[in-house]
């Protein structure tokens, strides 16, 4: 098994983040597998080496190890031009001119993300030419056919989900950075990722990435798709909204044993107070991971 952690230098580590950090961590071990660390930095606009150097001493503390890295995403757009080639080649990608706030407007939300309508699927040539001759910038967006993606989730069992449910999807923006969705895909199959944890709310990008995996010949990985940490208003905890991070916990005082303990708590591997440290979990991981509850 090859595992991996993936996270994003766009804020100090909170203990969201540390807990699919740690339930990554168990699952590689748990069976002799390894750990792969790679830093997705794709957002220029809020990922910081400041908050890299930062997420890998809580990691440290905590004592979540791993046994190899992936270059940076920020340093792999050779390869990521490469897959838009490939996709290309395929007659799979087509520009869309719509900026976020068009495709808004334009479609009923369906959760977080609105769904795109296909206003420039088949964009006929003058209206592409107009459109650049107004200085308007394409993204590269994946023509998606119609189709039910299934896999087996470690932790959700079987899955199925409509992999058109969200429209077609951007593969590169528009001020030419790499997505999301092709970057982890392309860096999980250079890397050989045999096993991805990760929180659920990720759950519908699973399908797009599967879709993603069989028209670049990659080999999907195994997924497992975990709870959230909420906050006690029943948000989900963020970066971005000042959740209780790693650092304030261990200024505060707090032992890594402690915050470990907690963390395998609130979804079930020990019970409330153990203090532990990642090691000494690997037997609870091991006897159910598939049942990890919701706290």
């Known amino acids: ?11 100090r580590m909170h203990r969201g983040n ?7 961590w168990l699952q590689a071990r748990a069976v002799g597998g390894e750990i792969v660390l790679r830093i997705e930095d794709l957002d220029r606009d809020r990922c910081r080496p400041e908050f890299e150097s930062a997420l890998r001493v809580d990691l440290e503390w905590l004592g979540l190890d791993w ?6 995403q920020s340093e792999r757009g050779a390869i990521y031009d490469e897959a838009i080639r490939r996709l290309d080649a395929g ?6 001119f719509c900026t976020r706030a068009e495709v808004r407007a334009a479609s009923a939300p369906h959760g977080p993300e609105p769904v795109y309508p296909g206003t420039c699927r088949d964009l006929s040539a003058a209206a592409w030419a107009a459109r650049l001759a107004a200085g308007r910038r394409p993204a590269l967006r994946l023509r998606v056919e119609p189709e039910t993606v299934a896999f087996e989730d ?6 199925e989900l409509d992999v058109a449910a969200l429209g077609d999807f951007v593969v590169r923006r528009a001020d030419g950075l790499h997505a999301y969705q092709l970057a982890v895909v392309v860096d999980d199959g250079a890397a050989g990722v045999t096993h991805v944890l990760r929180g659920d709310d990720l759950l519908p990008s699973t399908p797009r990435q599967i879709v993603l995996h ?4 990659l080999p999907p990985p ?3 798709h975990v709870p959230l940490l909420y906050a006690l208003d029943g948000e989900r905890l963020a970066k971005r909204h000042g959740a209780e991070t790693i650092a304030s916990l261990r200024d505060a005082g707090a032992t890594p044993a402690a915050v470990v303990g907690a963390l395998a708590a609130s979804v079930g591997l ?4 153990t203090v532990a440290g990642p090691s000494e979990l690997i037997a609870a991981y091991g006897a159910h991971p598939g049942r990890l509850g919701r706290a």
């Open 18 to 24: 540390a807990r699919t950090a740690l339930l990554a």
């Open 154 to 159: 470690l932790v959700l069992g079987s899955t």
């Open 214 to 217: 069989r028209l670049l010949a």
């Open 67 to 72: 046994d190899r890295e992936q270059q940076r």
């Open 270 to 273: 020990v019970a409330e107070g």
């Open 1 to 11: 098994m090859l595992a991996r952690y993936a996270p994003s230098p766009s804020g």
């Open 91 to 96: 007659g799979r990608l087509y520009p869309c």
């Open 222 to 224: 195994q997924y497992a």
